[in-house]
C-alpha cells in the first residue's frame, strides 16, 4: 500500500504513481511515517514558542507596533471631527487592554528557568500562572472602572458594583477549576469545564438580577447554558471519536 507523503492519503491500487488529490508522487511506507508533512504544523508552532522563549519580549513588541496603528487613527479622526477627545479616550484604553492580554503572558512565563529541576519549573509555572490570572483579573478590573469614569454612572457604582463581582467571579471560577478539579484526565476536565461554564453564566445573571433588584429571572442563562450543548457534542466527538480512532484520524488528516 502506498502513502501520499503531502497530505497522507492511503491509496491501496500500486498501480497509481501519483495522488489522486495533490498529485504528489506516492511512496512506498507505513502510514505512521508516510505523511511527514502533517507534522509540519507541529513543527512551526514549536519553533514559534521556541522564538517566545529565547525573546519573550518579541511578541510584546510587535503587538505593540500593530495596536499602535488603530490607536493613532482614532485618536486623529477623534481630534479633528469633535476638536476634543470623546470617544478616542475608550479606544485607547481597549487597546492597551488588548496590548495586555497579548504581551504580557510571553513576558511572565518564558523566564529564565536554567539550573531548575523539573519539579522546581513545574511549581515555578504554576506560581507565574496565577500570577498572570490575577494581574489579568486586576486590569480587567481596572479598564471597567475607566470606562465607567469616562462614561459612566457617578461614582463608579456600574464598575465597582457589576464589574468587581464578575471579575472576581471569573477568576473563583478559574481557581475552582485548576486547583479542586485537577485529579480527573483532559477529558473529565473538559465536562467539568462546561458545567463550571454554566454555572459561571447563571451566577452573573444571579448577580445583575440582585443589583437591578428584578426579579430572578434565569431565562437569559438557561439560553446560554443550552448552547453549551452542541459544544459539548462536538467537544465528545473530537475526544472521544477521533482520539481514539486511527481511521477517523486519517481521513481527517490528523
Keep these: 500500500m502506498k502513502y501520499c507523503p503531502e497530505c497522507g492519503v492511503g491509496v ?13 508522487q ?23 514558542t521556541g522564538d517566545l522563549r529565547r ?16 490607536a493613532a487613527i482614532s485618536l486623529i479622526v477623534d481630534l ?10 475608550t479606544v485607547l484604553s481597549s487597546l492597551m487592554l488588548l496590548w495586555f492580554y497579548i504581551g ?37 478590573f481596572g479598564f471597567l472602572v475607566l470606562v465607567d469614569a469616562l462614561h459612566g454612572s457617578p461614582g463608579l457604582q456600574w464598575a465597582v458594583d457589576f464589574g468587581g463581582l464578575i471579575c472576581l ?8 477549576f485548576f486547583y479542586t478539579l485537577q485529579p480527573p484526565g483532559a477529558a473529565g476536565k473538559g465536562w467539568i469545564l462546561f458545567i463550571l461554564l454554566s454555572l459561571y453564566i447563571g451566577s452573573i445573571d444571579l448577580l445583575v438580577s440582585v ?5 430572578i429571572n434565569r431565562g437569559w442563562s438557561l439560553i446560554v ?10 467537544y465528545f466527538v473530537i475526544v472521544y471519536v477521533v482520539g481514539h480512532s486511527e481511521r477517523a484520524r486519517r481521513r481527517l488528516h490528523l
Design 12 to 24: 491501496q491500487n500500486d498501480m497509481h504513481e501519483y495522488c489522486p488529490l495533490c498529485s504528489a
Design 26 to 48: 506516492l511512496q512506498h511506507s507505513s502510514p505512521e511515517t508516510a505523511p511527514d508533512s502533517l507534522s509540519q504544523p507541529q513543527t512551526r508552532l514549536e519553533g514559534f
Design 55 to 70: 525573546r519573550p519580549w518579541l511578541l510584546a513588541a510587535v503587538s505593540a507596533a500593530v495596536l499602535l496603528v488603530p
Design 80 to 89: 479633528f471631527v469633535n476638536k476634543t477627545l470623546t470617544w478616542s479616550p
Design 104 to 140: 504580557l503572558p510571553p513576558l511572565v512565563f518564558y523566564r529564565s528557568e536554567r539550573n531548575l529541576r523539573e519539579e522546581e519549573r513545574r511549581r515555578s509555572r504554576k506560581g507565574r500562572f496565577w500570577i498572570l490570572m490575577l494581574l489579568n483579573t486586576l486590569v480587567t
Design 169 to 176: 467571579s471569573t477568576f473563583v471560577i478559574i481557581m475552582l
Design 211 to 215: 443589583l437591578l433588584g428584578v426579579q
Design 225 to 234: 447554558a443550552a448552547s453549551l450543548i452542541p459544544i459539548g457534542i462536538i
